[in-house]
């Protein structure tokens, strides 16, 4: 069964303590691997989309990465409004029409 | 930029009454869906459609039904709201073809009493 785990649930940071968030994922062969970021009471906000083992993306203090298993979304000193829930969705080749989504990583950031 | 809208932030109904949530794209996108986001379960989907008057099912699509009569615009139903249906309402789009990021709207959170 296809299936993504993001770890951990929850994360405090200390603003400018880098850390990562973790997506690992199964799934019969992947098309796409999405990050989205959503803040309290409001719908995802798109990220990034990798497509192959290996690739990188970055935007302001976020760098995501993916291999074989897995995708990181790691956090360079970060700041109180890096503070949201971090959703990844992987979307297979069999259906491309559909993504599958994680429960997400609750982050806040502490000044 | 891509602009997905909600009809309704909020929505308070009785358990019963038919419920319309009305979802519109501004980019010409070719896809839209229809998510429901519960706290412990992630988004789940519920509907999604590929073309003007298409639907397939999604995940969980017992207790609605969609249309889709013009291609900017899908709108989600319940039939007879019950409250096992209350919960965050989430619409997306996608431009189709190779392009399969999807966007979303800003939620509709629903409470059926």
């Known amino acids: 069964e296809d299936q993504v785990t993001q770890s951990p649930e929850a994360l405090r940071l200390q603003e400018g303590e880098s850390s990562s968030l973790n997506c690992s994922y199964t799934?019969?062969?992947?098309?796409?691997l999405f990050w989205y970021r959503q803040d309290p009471g409001k719908g995802p906000e798109f990220l990034f989309t990798?497509?192959?083992a290996g690739e990188e993306k970055e935007k302001e203090r976020l760098k995501a990465t993916l291999t074989k298993k897995e995708s990181f979304l790691h956090i360079t000193a970060p700041k109180p409004e890096d503070s949201a829930t971090y959703l990844c969705?992987?979307?297979?080749?069999?259906?491309?029409?559909?993504?599958?989504f994680g429960t997400g990583t609750r982050l806040q950031v502490f000044p | 930029d891509v602009k997905v809208t909600q009809s309704s932030r909020y929505l308070v109904k009785r358990t019963g009454e038919k419920v319309f949530l009305e979802c519109v794209q501004d980019?010409?996108?070719?896809?839209m869906f229809w998510y429901r986001q519960d706290p412990g379960l992630g988004l789940r989907l519920i509907y999604f459609?590929?073309?003007?008057?298409?639907?397939e099912k999604g995940d969980i699509p017992e207790g609605y039904s969609v249309s889709r009569e013009k291609k900017e615009r899908f709108s989600l139903i319940l039939e007879s709201a019950s409250t096992n249906q209350t919960s965050m309402y989430l619409c997306?789009?996608?431009?189709?073809?190779?392009?399969?990021?999807?966007?979303f709207g800003p939620g509709t959170r629903l409470l059926v009493l």
């Open positions: 997306a789009s996608s431009l189709g073809g190779a392009q399969e990021t999807q966007y």
């Open positions: 799934v019969s062969g992947l098309r796409g």
């Open positions: 990798l497509y192959s």
């Open positions: 969705a992987v979307q297979a080749e069999y259906n491309t029409d559909k993504l599958i």
């Open positions: 980019m010409d996108h070719e896809n």
């Open positions: 459609s590929y073309d003007v008057k298409m639907k």
